[in-house]
């Protein structure tokens, strides 16, 4: 089946340094990202929906200057946490949709961001 | 905007124990409806989906979900679960066509015990 590949699955930064995660689309060609964020005992949250070679739409309240993300092909997304804080430490999913219609979205394993 | 309830955060059950989750959202126009699993250390995976057309609906290893338009409603269920059903669930709903932009519910943690 369709695999999404997000990386790193961990990672522990220091305040005011920035983090970069990746999500790669390994078997399929990916139109559009999602970017999620997740704390703990609640729901995961649409940060941002990304599609290749153009700008992310961002949800209201999403810092776009702080959750940078690039789309630069059909098989990677990259979400770049700047300046992190430690209010920024949570769990970030990417999952990614192919261009059939009515396809379903696939999933990465997330990434849990310290920052300490 | 849409909102989505899973009002069961943590069930407890024993294996061949019948299973129902539910799942309310509040929109009131054409709605698709997801069930997602998440297994301990994976990532999510998709259960079942509603669109249209018959409102109960099958999905992978014995699941079912009945939409219920009038209660708004979109609980998940399972005759008899097994050990290899924890994990935890999600339901998510896309408010018009298409099965993109989700709105996750908080989830509900399931635990089979043997």
């Known amino acids: 089946g369709a695999v999404v590949s997000q990386h790193p699955s961990r990672v522990i930064c220091k305040s005011g340094t920035s983090v970069k995660i990746e999500c790669r689309s390994l078997d399929f060609q990916a139109t559009t990202m999602f970017w999620y964020r997740q704390f703990p005992k609640q729901s995961l949250m649409l940060m941002a929906t990304s599609n290749e070679g153009s700008k992310a739409t961002y949800e209201q309240g999403v810092e776009k200057d702080k959750f940078l993300i690039n789309h630069a092909s059909l098989t990677l997304s990259t979400l770049t946490v700047t300046s992190a804080h430690p209010e920024d430490s949570s769990f970030y999913i990417c999952?990614?949709?192919?261009?059939?219609?009515?396809?379903?979205?696939?999933f990465g394993n997330g990434t849990r961001l310290t920052v300490t | 905007a849409q909102s989505v309830s899973q009002h069961n955060h943590h069930v407890i059950l024993s294996e061949a124990a019948s299973l129902e989750l539910g799942c309310n959202y509040s929109?009131?126009?054409?709605?698709?409806l997801f069930w997602y699993v998440q297994y301990p250390g994976q990532h999510l995976q998709l259960l079942l989906k509603?669109?249209?057309?018959?409102?109960l609906v099958k999905g992978i290893k014995g699941f079912e979900a009945e939409f219920i338009k009038s209660k708004f409603s979109f609980n998940l269920r399972k005759p008899s679960v097994q050990w290899s059903d924890t994990a935890e669930y999600f339901c998510a709903v896309n408010v018009g066509g298409g099965g993109n932009k989700l709105t996750f519910g908080t989830g509900t943690q399931l635990k089979v015990e043997l």
């Open positions: 509603y669109f249209s057309g018959d409102p």
């Open positions: 929109y009131g126009g054409t709605v698709n």
């Open positions: 999952s990614a949709l192919a261009s059939s219609y009515n396809s379903p979205l696939h």
